[in-house]
Every structure is written in C-alpha cells, then in structure tokens.
C-alpha cells in the first residue's frame, strides 16, 4: 500500500527559500531514480530543476513545484510545474535568450534549462504569475521510421 | 604566522565546508548540498583565507557535488577570478562526467577555470607533489 502510494499521483513542494531548492534538487534526484532515470538523465533534469526552482524564487518570490510521474507504454517520465504568482515575465523571447539576465545572474537559467529537458513550456501573465512546465523521459524515444 | 586569524570553516544549514591549508595550497572540499547563501559564505571564507594565509594556489574539490548548476557555477568562477587578484591560483578538481555534460549543454563551460581530475593531479598543476617515493628524480 505504501509502495503503491509512492507513484500514485503528483506532490507539491514549496518553494519560498535556498534550503527549499536543495530539498526541490533532492526529491527531483529520487523521483528520477525511481523512474529509472540513468545517472547523465537525472542529473540533466535535477539541474534544469535547480534553474528553474531558483527562477520561482527571485524572480517570482517564490511558489512551489508540482512533480508529476508520468507513464507512456514502456518508459515513464516527469513532469514539473514551476508556478509562481510574481510580476510575470515581460518579454518571454529575450527571457529565452542566453546571457539575458534581469537579476544579476548569468543569464542561463531559462535557456539553459530549456536545453536539458525534452519538453519545455512558458506561460507567464504580467501581473499574474508564471508557469513553467518542463518533462523528460526516462527512455528517449527515437522518432519513428517509415519503412518503404 | 596564526593562518586562519578568525576565519573557521563556512557555516550554514548545519552543513561546513572543510578549508585546510596544505604548506602553499588552500584545499576546499564541497559535498552533497550546498545552498546558495552557503556558497555565497564560501567565496567570502575563501578570499579571506588567501588573503590572511597567503597561499598561491586554491584547489577546489567538487568530486562529492551530484549537480553544478548556473548559480554555483558563477560562484566557482568568481572564487577563481577573486583568487587571481590575490595572486593565487584556482583548480577546479573531480568534477564527475555527468556534470561536465550537463554544465557543457547548459551553456557554462567555464573558461576561466583550470581543471583537474582530481586533487593528486591538481596539486601537481600547482607545483605541490602529494605523493613521496616511487623514486622521483
């Protein structure tokens, strides 16, 4: 019953200090294992998790993390939904753009984490908030071949 | 000399960052998970150290670090940049295969730092040999 309950369904974390991003890094880590993740995939994913954990938190004062175990036939996956209710992202192109930095930092977050995942979504409202959504797969699936 | 005149290690969420000095050399040792404000406490400690020990190399071994990501990745760099102005060297040692992809495909490729590794061959980069015998010339 326990075992059962680990995948069941999605779990929100806060989001709203450091040391809620180093428990956001270490819950990604375990689901990602759990899933059957290899080492390089989970620690792509626990960075892009980082990245974007961190954006909830400066840029959108914090909110929390929805991590989603998905299935798919043979390969799981997972999904996160960073959501923050902050001032929204202006302008989403020059957010994506490496070196584009509005706090100081590098630039590479959004970008940088865009690269590491398969799937990557932005949905940012001025004045509301904004979600990012990012999903990978355990097993990349190969794109299907047409056979003559 | 008193060396670490009022600088222990990094302290932050229950966590320290071990600094020791070997002769000329400072040898940082990261593991497991290091928040933001900690590596922030770390660049001030180290800089510190330099400073008041005046050694001319910093060998930073991240082989227990499971992630790098931008923000200590930019603090890595800074420690580094922080370092030569004090005329001391920086070598980066350990770092695991899984985070050089990822550091490489995240867009930080850290051209600044010189890399090892690990300590063994840091230390040698600096010109400090840590293993004796085996008949050396």
Redesign the interface.
């Known amino acids: 019953m326990m075992q059962a309950s680990r995948h069941a369904g999605p779990a929100d974390l806060p989001i709203g200090s450091d040391a809620d991003l180093a428990w956001v890094r270490q819950q990604v880590r375990q689901a990602a294992a759990e899933l059957g993740f290899g080492l390089v995939q989970q620690t792509k994913l626990v960075t892009a998790a980082s990245e974007l954990a961190r954006n909830t938190l400066v840029h959108g004062g914090g909110g929390h993390v929805r991590i989603t175990p998905l299935d798919a036939g043979s390969t799981h996956g997972l999904r996160l939904d960073f959501v923050d209710t902050g001032p929204g992202i202006r302008d989403l192109d020059q957010a994506l753009t490496d070196g584009y930095t509005s706090g100081g930092g590098l630039g590479l977050g959004l970008s940088g984490a865009k690269r590491l995942v398969q799937e990557f979504e932005v949905d940012s409202r001025p004045g509301e908030g904004t979600t990012v959504t990012v999903t990978a797969w355990a097993t990349v699936v190969p794109p299907s071949r047409t056979v003559p | 000399m008193t060396g670490f005149a009022g600088h222990g290690p990094a302290v932050g969420?229950g966590f320290t960052v071990p600094v020791l000095q070997l002769g000329d050399v400072l040898l940082v040792t990261l593991q497991g998970?290091l928040?933001?404000?900690?590596a922030e406490q770390l660049q001030e400690d180290i800089t510190a150290r330099i400073s008041n020990t005046r050694v001319s190399g910093v060998v930073i071994d991240i082989s227990g670090v499971?992630?790098?990501?931008?923000?200590l990745?930019?603090v890595l760099a800074e420690i580094a940049a922080g370092a030569k102005l004090l005329a001391a060297r920086t070598v980066l040692a350990g770092m695991?295969?899984?985070?050089a992809?990822?550091l490489v495909?995240?867009?930080?490729t850290l051209p600044g730092l010189r890399t090892a590794l690990d300590v063994e061959r840091a230390m040698e980069l600096l010109g400090v040999t840590t293993r004796r015998g085996e008949g050396s010339p």
């Open positions: 969420h998970e928040h933001d404000g900690m499971e992630i790098v990501d931008s923000f990745g930019r695991r295969p899984a985070v992809i990822t495909e995240l867009g930080l």
